[in-house]
């Protein structure tokens, strides 16, 4: 198993107002540079991931242990392949402790920057390793899905300790709370789906998380769908 440390040398400031829950710069710049630069100061990006054999028909992930998925969504999600890798990724705990720090000493506002900047930067960092996995499938001959992560739809966050030891998620410090909460909180677990390139059309991807994303509720997903409507999309 191999851990892979993708570079993070910026953070996309639209991405980060997006999760700060904001539409325009109420920040100042200097607040909302002191938050990007203190993330890439302390982010550890970090990723590992498996790929294993998938039986479609009964949505069993053949791996050691094997484990059968449970939930509509992701075994409509997986319905066309063959082969499943299952991924972790990380910017570690260090921002987790900063962004403590500010609540705790009443910086609300420098705060909420730090944790949307970290929420981006780990993101970015799952792109990163979502992109080496499409180059290895497609050199491979594989059409890639996009991925899906526990807590998407109704597959639930109760897999993510199996998730995790599928792919290995303790080499780069991830493990789960009581209630299967991923620590570090920055950190990220997902599968993606590989299918032969024969068996059909290539499979659709999202242009961004919020397309696969099912919680309704989140502020980032109803900002997007705002800014959508106004722009006539």
């Known amino acids: 198993m191999e851990i892979i440390r993708p570079p993070l040398t910026h953070i996309r400031e639209d991405e980060l107002l997006r999760y700060a829950g904001v539409r325009d710069h109420s920040f100042s710049p200097a607040m909302i540079k002191t938050a990007v630069q203190e993330v890439l100061c ?29 939930g509509e969504g992701i075994r409509n999600h997986l319905s066309q392949a ?49 992109r080496l996995i499409d180059k290895q499938g497609r050199v491979k001959g594989y059409q890639l899905t996009s991925r899906f992560s526990p807590g998407y739809g109704n597959w639930s966050v109760t897999v993510q300790p199996k998730i995790l030891t599928l792919c290995q998620g303790s080499a780069i410090g991830i493990r789960t709370t009581e209630s299967h909460m991923l620590i570090p909180r920055k950190s990220v677990t997902a599968v ?41 999309q």
Not at 44 to 50: A, C, E, I, N, T
Not at 99 to 120: K, N, P, V
Not at 216 to 221: E, K, Q
Request: aromatic share 6%; net charge negative.
């Open 192 to 232: 993606i789906g590989w299918v032969p390139q024969q068996h059909g059309p290539e499979p659709v991807k999202p242009t961004s998380s919020c397309q696969s994303c099912h919680q309704i509720h989140c502020i980032a997903r109803k900002m997007r769908a705002s800014s959508d409507n106004e722009n006539g």
């Open 42 to 70: 302390l982010a550890q990006p970090q990723g590992v991931w498996r790929l294993y054999p998938y039986r479609a028909d009964c949505g069993l992930l053949c791996g050691d242990p094997a484990l059968k998925l449970e």
């Open 82 to 130: 063959v082969q499943a890798a299952i991924l972790a990724a990380t910017i570690g705990e260090e921002v987790e402790k900063a962004i403590s720090h500010r609540f705790q000493r009443g910086e609300y506002t420098a705060a909420l920057l730090l944790d949307a900047a970290a929420t981006t930067a780990v993101e970015q960092t799952v792109d990163s390793l979502n």
